[in-house]
């Protein structure tokens, strides 16, 4: 802790380059830590994560601490970013205000069909809204490597029609809300202008995994250290896997 509190000025450096960029990720999970005022020792704190896009000339990765996963701990991560932020959709990035334009993961909305599809027959199956998923990152792999003008040019061509075919099964499909395929499509239909907004940004990823990375790279250490005694301890925690990282 002490260690960490002499580094603080280049973790904020870092946060503050962080924030000039014009495309980010971001993703938070939770950390428990015993004693903060007005808490029980068994209550969830989190762990907030912020990262430069892949294609980034500079990257970093920024942890930081919070006692809660409110909307008002995105707003003093990402208060001074005016730019494209890919997240999930938690709606506690719903306060970012309008200089932020959101951006869905894919990947999200693969892992809740895939979960439907693997409760069918107790299998993996394929089913329609799987195959589409699954033909999009097939698209995605052969234009990982390529300039964001042509892969945005080439998600225009190639890309849209098969999104325009899942939204199009979407519409169409029938399930009782709360059973996994129901909570499937909800969750993909409210964030439905967010995840078209892949095809505006040839910068960003169809995913937000490159930021679940970050985040496993946290929770693997987690399962050593359990937790923070104080929030003194878990705002160095986040200070040092910001400087490692």
Aim: proline fraction near 4%; include cysteine; glycine fraction near 6%.
């Amino acid at each position: 802790i002490k260690a960490a509190t002499i580094v603080q000025p280049l973790y904020t450096l870092l946060h503050e380059q962080l924030l000039t960029q014009p495309y980010l990720q971001g993703d938070e999970t939770p950390f428990q830590v015993l004693r903060e005022v007005g808490k029980t020792a068994q209550s969830k704190s989190y762990i907030w994560i912020a990262r430069s896009i892949r294609l980034a000339a500079h990257q970093v990765v920024y942890y930081t601490y919070s006692d809660n996963r409110a909307g008002k701990t995105a707003q003093q991560l990402y208060g001074d970013f005016t730019g494209v932020l890919q997240c999930d959709g938690y709606s506690g990035y719903n306060l970012l205000g309008a200089t932020v334009t959101r951006v869905g993961c894919w990947a999200h909305v693969r892992r809740k069909f895939f979960d439907d599809a693997c409760k069918i027959k107790g299998q993996p199956t394929i089913t329609p809204p799987v195959k589409l998923l699954d033909q999009m990152f097939h698209l995605e792999r052969g234009w990982r490597d390529l300039t964001p003008t042509k892969r945005k040019e080439l998600r225009q061509e190639q890309l849209k029609p098969v999104i325009k075919q899942f939204w199009q099964w979407c519409d169409q499909a029938v399930a009782t809300p709360k059973s996994r395929l129901g909570r499937a499509l909800t969750y993909a239909q409210n964030q439905r202008s967010m995840l078209n907004r892949v095809l505006d940004y040839g910068e960003i990823d169809l995913s937000n995994n490159a930021t679940e990375r970050n985040v496993k790279s946290f929770v693997i250490g987690r399962k050593n250290w359990l937790f923070a005694t104080s929030p003194a301890g878990a705002q160095a925690n986040a200070i040092w896997l910001t400087l490692i990282e």
